[in-house]
C-alpha cells in the first residue's frame, strides 16, 4: 500500500511537470504558429530548455526537444537584432508583430479554457450566485436580503459566478460590507452589514450563514460556466497584482516554482484522500491558476515581457518609425535582471517557507 502510494505521488509529480511544460510551450507555440501566418522566419522552436535531446530540421526551422521540461523558446529573425532578411520579425509590419507578440498570452488564456471546461464536465451540478436559504440567526437576512437573490457585487467587486463571490467575502471587511443584489429585475443596496467571522490562525474569517441555488448540468451551462470561472481567475490574477503594488498583500502571498510545487503536491495529496480522479483535478485547477497568471502576467506593460515589447511596438506605430534597438535592448536587459532578481527573491522566500512555515516575511 505504501509503494502504491509512492508511486501515485511519483505519477502525479511527473503530470504536473509535463502540464507545466506544456503551459509554457503552448506559450511559445502561439508566438510560433502566428509568426508562420505573418511571414516571419523561425529559426528554432524548442519544448524544454538546457542541452538539446534531439531535434531535426524542417524547411527553415529547427524543432528541438531539450532536457529540463521548464519551459521552450520560439526564436525569430531579428527578434532582438537587426536583420537584412525580409522575412525578419523587425521587417514585418508593426500589426503582424504585435499580433504574434500577443498570441502567446492568448494561447494560455485559451489552454485556461480547456483546462477549466475538463474540471467542469465532470461536476454533476453547479453552484449559482443566488440565495436559497438563511442559515439560523444570518447577517444577510437580518440586513434585509431575501431567497432568491442575486449577488451583483460586494464592496464593488463584480459577482460573476460563485468563484467571484468567494473572492469577494475573502476580501472584504467582514466589520462593513457592501452588497448589491438583483431581485426580481431591481437592483438591490444593503450597506454597512456586518458579517459573522469565526478566528482561525488568528484572522477573522467570514462564516458563510446563507446557501445558494444548485445549476443544473447541460451544454449551455458548461460553457457559461466555462468562461465566467476563468474570467473569474482573471480578475483574481488583476486584484491580487494590485494588491501587491499597494502593500495589501506582501511578499508570503508569492509563490514561484519552489511554492508552486508545494502547492502541487499539497492539492495531489487532499485529492488522494479521495481518489486519483481528485487528486489530478486539483493539479488541474493549479494549473488553470498557472496558465492564466502566465497570459496575464506577459501582457503586462514592463519590460523583458511581451506588454514591454508590446509598448514599444505601439510606439513605433504612433511615430511611425521604430526606436533605436540599442535602447530598446537595454530596457528589456534592465528589466529582465529585476525580473530574474524578483525570482531569485520569491524562490528563496519559498525555500525558507519550507523550513518555518512562514517565510521572510515573519
Given at each position: 500500500m505504501f509503494t502504491i502510494t509512492i508511486l501515485i505521488n511519483i505519477l502525479l509529480g511527473i503530470i504536473a511537470v509535463l502540464l507545466f511544460?506544456?503551459?509554457?510551450?503552448?506559450?511559445?507555440?502561439?508566438?510560433?504558429?502566428?509568426?508562420?501566418?505573418?511571414g516571419i522566419r523561425v529559426n528554432e522552436f524548442a519544448v524544454g530548455m538546457g542541452p538539446t535531446l534531439f531535434h531535426f530540421q524542417k524547411g527553415e526551422t529547427t524543432y528541438s526537444l531539450r532536457l529540463l521540461p521548464i519551459g521552450g523558446f520560439c526564436a525569430m529573425e531579428g527578434e532582438d537584432e537587426e536583420s537584412d532578411d525580409a522575412k525578419a520579425f523587425g521587417n514585418k509590419p508593426v500589426w503582424r508583430r504585435m499580433i504574434v507578440?500577443?498570441?502567446?498570452?492568448?494561447?494560455n488564456l485559451l489552454l485556461g479554457l480547456v483546462f477549466m471546461m475538463i474540471i467542469l464536465v465532470q461536476q454533476p451540478v453547479y453552484t449559482s450566485t443566488t440565495i436559497s436559504q438563511f442559515a439560523e440567526n444570518s447577517a444577510l437576512e437580518s440586513a434585509g436580503l431575501q431567497a432568491g437573490d442575486r449577488f451583483v457585487s460586494i464592496d464593488g467587486y463584480s459577482i460573476n459566478c460563485d468563484r467571484d463571490l468567494s473572492f469577494a467575502l475573502a476580501l472584504a471587511d467582514p466589520d462593513s460590507v457592501d452588497i448589491q443584489v438583483d431581485r426580481d429585475g431591481q437592483l438591490m443596496e444593503f450597506n454597512d452589514i456586518q458579517l459573522q467571522t469565526t478566528e482561525q490562525d488568528g484572522q477573522q474569517v467570514v462564516t458563510l450563514d446563507f446557501y445558494v441555488m444548485p445549476l443544473e448540468r447541460n451544454v449551455g451551462t458548461v460553457l457559461q460556466k466555462t468562461f465566467t470561472d476563468t474570467w473569474s481567475m482573471v480578475k483574481m490574477v488583476w486584484v491580487?497584482?494590485?494588491?501587491?503594488?499597494?502593500?495589501?498583500?506582501?511578499?508570503?502571498?508569492?509563490?514561484?516554482?519552489?511554492?508552486?510545487?508545494?502547492?502541487?503536491?499539497q492539492a495531489a495529496a487532499m485529492g488522494l484522500e479521495t481518489g486519483f480522479i481528485t487528486a489530478l483535478n486539483n493539479i488541474l485547477m493549479i494549473m488553470v491558476i498557472l496558465t492564466v497568471n502566465l497570459g496575464i502576467l506577459n501582457l503586462l506593460p514592463l519590460p523583458a515581457l511581451d506588454g514591454g515589447r508590446l509598448v514599444f511596438l505601439i510606439i513605433e506605430g504612433i511615430r511611425r518609425k521604430p526606436i533605436n534597438p540599442k535602447y530598446e535592448g537595454w530596457v528589456h536587459a534592465a528589466g529582465f535582471v529585476l525580473l530574474m532578481g524578483l525570482m531569485v527573491l520569491v524562490a528563496f522566500n519559498d525555500i525558507v517557507r519550507l523550513f518555518n512555515g512562514h517565510g521572510l516575511g515573519g
Open positions: 511544460c506544456l503551459i509554457v510551450s503552448l506559450h511559445e507555440f502561439g508566438h510560433f504558429i502566428t509568426a508562420k501566418a505573418c507578440v500577443a498570441a502567446g498570452a492568448v494561447m491580487s497584482l494590485v494588491g501587491l503594488v499597494t502593500g495589501r498583500f506582501g511578499l508570503n502571498e508569492m509563490a514561484g516554482p519552489v511554492g508552486m510545487a508545494q502547492v502541487i503536491s
